[in-house]
């Protein structure tokens, strides 16, 4: 059913074509390879009303998805809430605001269950039994429940010094974690040189053509969950880039085959900027991207010195109309209690990079203050919450008596620290 919309894969440099296989560059130009399907037949066979009567999954756009049968893993990832909240457009300076919640997507808790999906769905398609990965954390945690779940073996690759929590959510799913010591550019290298020796599917090397366009689903469903329209202003956090680019091409592809009305879309990316090779050169003015050999910022998770996507990620949000921006550790932690005080929703360092970013973008005008934005919040704050440890104030401890408990009231009273003391 899927074979007459994925047709194969093309050099984004030169445009050659190569057929679907476990190949992520191009022999001629070292171009990355991309999915490429025959929109036609997708503007023929798609519509609203198709999508809408499907399961609420990132499966429900399958056609855009490059897989020639059925998914086999993950088939329960995404259609994650979008969330309005005006508290949150309050504290940003801005008309209307919107979160698109991945701290809560299946089963790991944030978005590289999408694409981990859709490419382990394709290694077991292709007939891979060893998955793979380099990872700064939640990549990781999801290749190795997926895998678990899947029934592959799977190894996964990460720089030693992550979070507790990310390297327990791999190790609890009896996955083979491998630590290595040094930076993400590493492991990164190290694997592509395991991927050619090793016959394994590595799901962010030599499967990523697949993977990435796993990203596309949360833009999907954005515009889905906003009554099938686009939004003026996205803000996404940047680590190698490709969630940034492949944002903007699910907006792009729901304009070809007329799921949405054509609208500008502009795009923002958020670094942090202890790591902010993109924004850096965004600012600069040039697509040079200057590797950062020794990334510092509490925000692992995006922490990739030499970002893959990173020049056509700056192209993407130039050609937008959009913008990069970088947030300081504090100014992240600020993020992440902000978006907490205001929405309820408890994000990883991560997503304090997206909401500081998308604060200063605001006070800057680069995003209007009367627009809407979307907010993609990528990541759940259990996962990094030894950030937050010495930032937040320990609960008041008292004897169980009333009387102690009545003092403490009064007091907070004679503080009024009871009253929402947000700023703006
Ligand atoms: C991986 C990741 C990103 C961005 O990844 P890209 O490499 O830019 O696609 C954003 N947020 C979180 C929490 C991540 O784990």
Request: aromatic letters at 8%; charged letters at 20%; one cysteine or more.
């Amino acid at each position: 059913m899927q074979t007459q919309f994925f047709a194969h894969l093309r050099c984004r440099e030169c445009g050659r074509l190569y057929p679907k296989e476990a190949i992520h560059v191009c022999e001629w130009d070292f171009g990355p390879l991309e999915a490429i399907y025959d929109y036609e037949a997708i503007r023929r066979h798609v519509s609203r009303k198709r999508i809408e009567s499907r399961a609420p999954t990132m499966w429900r756009y399958r056609e855009f998805l490059p897989l020639e049968g059925e998914p086999s893993v993950g088939t329960q990832v995404g259609f994650t809430p979008l969330v309005r909240s005006e508290r949150l457009a309050k504290a940003l300076g801005v008309r209307e605001a919107y979160v698109k919640n991945d701290t809560v997507n299946y089963p790991t808790l944030s978005f590289k269950d999408r694409v981990v999906a859709i490419s382990l769905s394709r290694a077991k398609e292709m007939g891979f039994t060893t998955v793979a990965c380099a990872s700064t954390g939640n990549l990781a945690n999801s290749v190795a429940a997926n895998a678990a779940s899947a029934g592959l073996e799977s190894y996964v690759l990460i720089p030693s010094d992550l979070e507790a929590s990310k390297v327990l959510g791999s190790l609890v799913y009896g996955t083979r974690v491998v630590g290595i010591r040094g930076p993400y550019d590493k492991v990164n290298r190290l694997c592509s040189e395991i991927a050619g020796k090793y016959q394994w599917a590595f799901v962010n090397v030599n499967l990523r053509p697949y993977y990435a366009e796993g990203s596309k689903t949360m833009g999907f469903e954005i515009a889905e969950q906003l009554g099938w329209r686009l939004p003026a202003h996205t803000v996404i956090p940047m680590a190698s880039g490709s969630l940034l680019t492949k944002i903007a091409k699910s907006y792009q592809e729901m304009i070809d085959t007329e799921l949405v009305e054509k609208a500008p879309f502009a795009i923002y990316g958020a670094q942090a900027t202890g790591c902010n090779p993109i924004s850096d050169a965004f600012r600069k003015g040039t697509e040079l991207v200057q590797p950062v050999p020794k990334p510092q910022t509490i925000a692992k998770s995006l922490a990739i010195g030499t970002p893959a996507d990173g020049y056509y990620a700056i192209q993407t949000m130039r050609k937008s109309g959009g913008a990069a921006e970088d947030a300081s550790d504090e100014e992240l932690l600020e993020g992440i209690r902000l978006l907490a005080e205001t929405t309820g929703i408890f994000a990883e360092t991560a997503g304090g990079v997206t909401v500081a970013c998308a604060r200063k973008l605001i006070a800057s005008g680069k995003i209007p203050k009367d627009g809407t934005v979307v907010l993609c919040i990528t990541g759940h704050g259990l996962k990094t919450a030894e950030v937050l440890t010495g930032v937040l104030a320990p609960p008041r401890v008292i004897e169980p008596s009333l009387r102690e408990f009545d003092r403490l009231v009064s007091s907070d009273l004679a503080h009024a620290s009871i009253p929402a003391k947000m700023e703006t």
